[in-house]
């Protein structure tokens, strides 16, 4: 029995390091019409791939979020502009 929990886990993670290196995207629509009428339209696109992967695509958009950045410029959302 250890030897098989040892393997599933070995190719999970060849699954999770295959995936995380050449990346995998997954993209749907959804659309709610009535009565030929568009109530409501949902893009959906899922990327999953490593840091190093992402750059590589030109994909950094974390790097300007200031909630996951220190580098990122931090504006108060609430306040109005002083123009």
């Known amino acids: 029995m250890a030897v098989r929990q040892s393997m599933e886990t070995s190719s999970l993670l060849e699954v999770l390091e295959r995936i995380l290196d050449k990346g995998v995207v997954i993209a749907g629509d959804i659309t709610v019409c009535l009565s030929d009428v568009e109530l409501l339209k949902i893009k959906i696109r899922l990327l999953i791939a490593s840091v190093d992967k992402a750059k ?27 123009h």
Do not use: F
């Open 56 to 82: 590589e695509m030109g994909i950094d958009w974390w790097e300007n979020d200031p909630a996951l950045s220190k580098n990122a410029e931090r504006r108060k959302i609430c306040e109005p502009d002083a």
